[in-house]
């Protein structure tokens, strides 16, 4: 006799090794989501590399620095390296061929300054050319500092306390710790994993559904004893194990990633670790069970592939837009971010990898809402299936 | 042995104004008895797929039974599917599997265990001379290749009662004739109560036992190939089926 869970097993093995034998699809779920979020990490750190390099570096480009012996006297106290501008440095900087602020020294600088005449001094930047701007604040400070030595000596010439001019000191203090301030960072990475979840389960929603119809499959499924509700849990049980599959190997992926870090500062702050790889599969399971399920509803009532993927768009569209939504909004978190399923495990996700601690209370909202949309969808298919098959 | 009795179906075309109902099937009744097969010939959109899909429990009839093997479809449609093999309309197979895990995938979801079921995807390779194809992925068969694929597929439970709705579409003289000598077979050996829909004349005088003839959805006249050639009053059974089937729509 056949039974519910026989009939459900022979469904889901069957859908398992349909799907794992398409290699091609698989092959481009893996590069994309798989492969993509490390990938990008990997850049990044290279490029938060680059900017502390030029940081370390400590150079500073000059245009008629010779008519300031006095500034140079102070830069190379502060260790700094003068540079003398290349003639054609503004069309550099406008194409973003030269990596730094040029700071442009008048030619009576230096008497100017002897007479109290404060010399005005032009930087120049392109705020097209991000790696010359990120340079801005540091020569900015650099001039300042300067500025005041040399307001300094002349109080102390004229018996004032150079303190005297300071009336408030501002003494910066970050609250941020390493973990949190790396998150800034890494707050993309929900991002992918996620979208990894819905490639990855993509393919095999619309082939057990809208393409059992287009095959013309489905309707001899239908001949069979098997119930219907059989059928559609075998189904659903098969996306939903490859889309955690995904999930899975995305998530370790970033495990290898970290040592390919390239910047030390970067690979000292991103912490993500097996504790926090086991997090983020716990919170993505619900996820990935509920856009299963979701996205197969969408497509059992569609008659081909093509039309299921456009109709499945709006799911894809929601899902990426969701973690953008923290770029978006500047006031924090809300209570209700954690009721909205993508969004309050992109949130919980976020959290863990600031380290703080998760509590129940907060992860259960968002698993109920999942589940809810699982069974939902799950029982929308079950009645669709058999009205569909005779269109 | 499968039987129809008054049955009736209806469908709605279009929506708010020009919504219409279509009947599809108007009070069709027949009986296919074991060791016979038995041919359902009737014009297109004559209501046959309609008739074979309520058979097979795909559609609900509006009215009317259907009982096989005296099991009713309305009370037991699980027991009645479990005594039906099914070529369907729709025979679309997975392309990415081979032509034996299409087979026993479905003998699974018989309940089949899977030794037997293997045993049997032999022997009905065998039988329907595919051999050769069984561990071949189904991308790229050809009609014929398709057609016994899914035949065997249908068959795969050893099931009393086989319904095929036009099983010929679209296959060469070969693949024809080598599906004609499979239900010969399937009739003489094992006695199983075949039933096939079609509108094409030489199938069912080459492989009929009865013939029931089937217009606008209902039913028209029931025999042997003679038989209604002698109720027509015709010599050429494609007269005799014009007159019958045609006719018999000019005079309602």
Redo the contacts between chains.
């Keep these: 006799m056949l039974t519910f869970w026989r009939a459900a097993w022979a469904v889901f093995t069957k859908e398992l090794k349909d799907a794992l034998r398409d290699r091609r699809t698989l092959m481009v779920v893996f590069v994309t989501s798989v492969a993509m979020g490390p990938l990008v990490l990997v850049m990044m750190s290279a490029l938060v590399d680059k900017l502390e390099k030029r940081a370390e570096a400590r150079e500073l480009v000059v245009v008629g620095i010779e008519a300031a012996p006095s500034l140079r006297n102070y830069l190379e106290r502060q260790t700094y390296v003068v540079k003398a501008a290349p003639p054609d440095w503004e069309a550099q900087l406008k194409d973003s061929k030269l990596g730094d602020p040029v700071l442009v020294l008048p030619a009576d600088f230096e008497s100017g300054l002897a007479h109290g005449e404060a010399p005005r001094v032009d930087l120049v930047y392109s705020s097209a050319n991000s790696r010359a701007q990120s340079g801005v604040g540091r020569v900015s400070r650099l001039i300042a500092g300067f500025s005041q030595e040399q307001a300094g000596l002349r109080l102390i010439a004229r018996g004032v306390a150079p303190a005297s001019l300071g009336a408030v000191q501002v003494d910066e203090h970050d609250v941020a710790d390493s973990a949190s301030r790396a998150a800034q960072l890494t707050s993309m990475l929900p991002y992918f994993v996620l979208m990894a979840v819905v490639y990855g389960a993509l393919n095999a929603a619309l082939d057990t559904t809208a393409g059992e119809r287009e095959r013309g499959s489905l309707e001899p499924l239908l001949a069979t004893p098997a119930s219907r509700h059989a059928l559609v849990a075998g189904k659903w049980g098969a996306v939903f194990s490859i889309g955690l599959l995904i999930a899975v190997l995305s998530c370790l992926s970033f495990l290898p990633a970290q040592q390919m870090l390239r910047s030390e500062s970067l690979a000292a702050l991103f912490r993500f670790g097996w504790a926090e790889a086991v997090w983020f599969i716990g919170l993505l399971a619900p996820v990935a069970a509920a856009l299963s399920a979701l996205m197969m509803a969408i497509a059992i009532r569609c008659k081909t592939f093509k039309e299921a993927q456009a109709n499945n768009t709006v799911v894809i569209l929601a899902v990426s837009l969701m973690p953008m939504f923290g770029l978006f909004n500047q006031e924090g978190e809300a209570p209700w971010h954690l009721w909205l399923p993508p969004l309050a495990q992109s949130t919980l996700m976020n959290r863990v990898l600031k380290g703080t601690p998760i509590a129940w209370a907060d992860a259960a909202p968002g698993v109920l809402i999942c589940l809810l949309i699982t069974a939902a969808s799950i029982a929308f298919i079950g009645r669709q299936l058999a009205r569909r098959a005779a269109q | 042995m499968i039987e129809l009795q008054a049955l009736h179906k209806r469908f709605q075309t279009g929506r708010g104004r020009q919504a219409r109902e279509v009947t599809a099937v108007d009070g069709l009744s027949f009986t296919a008895r074991d060791g016979a097969i038995t041919g359902l010939l009737g014009p297109n959109g004559a209501g046959k797929t309609t008739s074979l899909?309520m058979l097979?429990?795909?559609?609900t009839p509006d009215a009317g039974e259907i009982r096989v093997d005296g099991l009713s479809m309305a009370q037991d449609p699980?027991?009645v599917?479990?005594r039906?093999g099914?070529l369907?309309d729709?025979?679309?197979?997975?392309?990415?599997?081979s032509a034996r895990?299409n087979i026993v995938?479905?003998g699974?979801?018989?309940?089949v265990p899977d030794d037997l079921a293997q045993a049997r995807c032999e022997h009905l390779a065998n039988l329907l001379e595919m051999q050769p194809l069984l561990d071949r992925r189904t991308e790229g068969f050809s009609q014929g290749e398709r057609m016994k694929t899914?035949l065997a597929?249908?068959l795969v439970h050893d099931p009393a009662n086989i319904v095929l709705d036009e099983p010929t579409n679209g296959l060469d003289v070969v693949a024809t004739r080598a599906l004609r000598e499979a239900l010969r077979t399937l009739r003489d050996e094992t006695g199983k109560c075949i039933v096939f829909s079609t509108h094409i004349m030489q199938e069912v005088e080459r492989l009929c036992d009865r013939v029931v003839v089937v217009a606008q959805g209902r039913h028209v006249a029931e025999g042997t190939v003679a038989e209604l050639c002698a109720l027509a009053g015709e010599d050429d059974f494609e007269d005799a089926f014009v007159r019958l089937a045609f006719g018999a729509a000019e005079t309602c």
Excluded at chain 2, 56 to 59: A, E, M, R, Y
Excluded at chain 2, 90 to 97: E, K, N, Q, S, T
Excluded at chain 2, 108 to 111: D, K, M, S
């Design positions: 899909r097979v429990g795909l559609v699980q027991a599917r479990a039906l099914v369907s729709a025979r679309g197979l997975y392309p990415r599997l895990e995938y479905h699974r979801l018989h309940g899914a597929r249908a």
